[in-house]
Nanobody, 124 residues
Framework: QVQLVESGGGLVQAGGSLRLSCAAS????????MGWLRQAPGKEREFVAA????????YYADSVKGRFAISRDNAKIMVSLQMNSLKPEDTAVYYC?????????????????WGQGIQVTVSS
């Protein structure tokens, strides 16, 4: 049984920073791409960032480019999202997700495993 557990969310003022982490367990995530997606109230779940197993391929949503950075530690089977210069519009539940395959993707239906989500609230 695959488990993805997020941590690091919370409340921060606009312009501040947060670091989200996701710990994976239950299977060997060899060659699996992983990503972060988010869902704001009343909105569809949207792509934020994704990273290949090697870390060579990284994608970001345009809305977070230059502010967010995704990374992974394959030895610890963890993926992180460093979020800087946060804006109120970044407020959402953030989900860690993993694919069964190696290719990096931006569509939510491409992800097979999901964490329970963690709240990030940015106050103005």
């Amino acid at each position: 049984q695959v488990q993805l557990v997020e941590s690091g969310g919370g409340l921060v003022q606009a312009g501040g920073s947060l670091r989200l982490s996701c710990a994976a367990s239950g299977r060997t995530f060899s060659r699996n791409a992983m990503g972060w997606l988010r869902q704001a109230p009343g909105k569809e779940r949207e792509f934020v960032a994704a990273i290949s197993y090697s870390g060579v391929s990284i994608y970001y949503a345009d809305s977070v480019k230059g502010r967010f950075a995704i990374s992974r530690d394959n030895a610890k089977i963890m993926v992180s999202l460093q979020m800087n210069s946060l804006k109120p519009e970044d407020t959402a539940v953030y989900y860690c997700a993993a694919r069964s395959l190696s290719g990096v993707r931006t569509e939510k239906y491409e992800y097979d495993y999901w964490g329970q989500g963690i709240q990030v609230t940015v106050s103005s």
